[in-house]
């Protein structure tokens, strides 16, 4: 028996309120509450946290576990919920080539569902005035933005007919949103696993790399020369 990767299945964003950047991220939570059959023991490195489970090891990658949180929660308010949004005090404009306009220009509207308030504003520029909640930049909001749109474009001129899957505007939002530090302690880290544990797909990130991988008990004794 190896490394395996695991799965156990969520949704909802979390709430903003105006700044002057961004406010902080809060991860969206499953629409009921999903125990955690882990315990937690200590975070490992810069991207993961350490978990018994009754079978053995499990590691959670944070990174890859928000991103599903909030690809997820982009999708569902995407379907059929209000969009909640964090308004910028000072909003970012996005100066842009006359190709880069063409090839983001297209997707505004599913930005704007996602809770990105991007609109056109003169020639060649976009002007954005709100993100989702759940976003944090740590007054960076600028260059994430930045970043995001850069990846979006660079996918856009690479997609059949230069347009992308709303899927695709989604995972990147979550994948930007999600650059955030690993939780600092037991019960914030219980709580991504939680909302992890509340998502649909809970196994793998928009990317289909894997949020968590378990070493079993017994893969251990093995390593360990026991029988």
């Given at each position: 028996?190896?490394e395996k990767?695991?799965v156990?299945?969520g949704?909802?964003?979390?709430?903003?309120?105006?700044?002057?950047?961004?406010?902080?991220?809060?991860?969206?939570?499953?629409?009921?509450?999903?125990?955690v059959?882990?315990?937690?023991?200590?975070?490992?490195g810069?991207?993961?946290?350490?978990?018994?489970?009754?079978?053995g090891?499990?590691?959670?990658?944070?990174?890859?576990?928000?991103?599903?949180?909030?690809?997820?929660?982009?999708?569902?308010r995407?379907?059929?919920?209000?969009?909640?949004?964090?308004?910028?005090?000072?909003?970012?404009?996005?100066v842009?080539?006359?190709?880069?306009?063409?090839s983001?220009?297209?997707?505004l509207?599913t930005?704007?569902?996602?809770?990105?308030?991007?609109?056109?504003?003169?020639?060649?520029?976009?002007?954005?005035?709100?993100?989702p909640?759940?976003y944090?930049?740590?007054?960076?909001?600028?260059a994430?933005?930045?970043?995001?749109?850069?990846?979006?474009?660079?996918?856009?001129?690479?997609?059949?007919?230069?347009?992308?899957d709303?899927?695709?505007?989604?995972?990147?939002?979550?994948?930007?949103?999600?650059?955030?530090?690993v939780?600092?302690d037991?019960?914030?880290?219980?709580?991504?696993?939680?909302?992890?544990?509340?998502?649909?797909m809970?196994?793998?990130?928009?990317?289909?790399?894997?949020?968590?991988i378990?070493?079993?008990?017994?893969?251990?004794?093995?390593?360990?020369g026991?029988?």
């Amino acid at each position: 028996e190896k490394e395996k990767e695991m799965v156990p299945p969520g949704r909802e964003a979390g709430r903003g309120e105006e700044v002057s950047g961004v406010e902080r991220e809060e991860v969206p939570v499953a629409r009921e509450p999903v125990a955690v059959p882990f315990r937690m023991l200590d975070r490992l490195g810069e991207g993961y946290w350490l978990m018994e489970s009754e079978e053995g090891l499990v590691v959670l990658d944070c990174r890859a576990a928000r991103e599903r949180i909030l690809y997820e929660a982009a999708r569902a308010r995407r379907r059929d919920e209000p969009v909640e949004t964090q308004v910028l005090l000072a909003p970012i404009t996005l100066v842009l080539s006359p190709r880069e306009f063409d090839s983001l220009q297209p997707h505004l509207g599913t930005l704007r569902r996602m809770g990105v308030g991007v609109s056109e504003f003169g020639a060649n520029t976009l002007m954005i005035d709100s993100l989702p909640p759940f976003y944090r930049a740590d007054g960076e909001a600028a260059a994430l933005v930045s970043s995001l749109m850069a990846e979006l474009r660079v996918a856009g001129e690479r997609a059949p007919q230069r347009r992308l899957d709303d899927d695709v505007v989604a995972a990147a939002v979550a994948r930007h949103a999600a650059r955030v530090p690993v939780p600092a302690d037991a019960e914030a880290a219980r709580e991504l696993a939680a909302s992890l544990l509340g998502c649909e797909m809970p196994y793998c990130c928009p990317e289909g790399h894997p949020t968590m991988i378990q070493i079993s008990f017994q893969e251990l004794g093995r390593k360990f020369g026991k029988r």
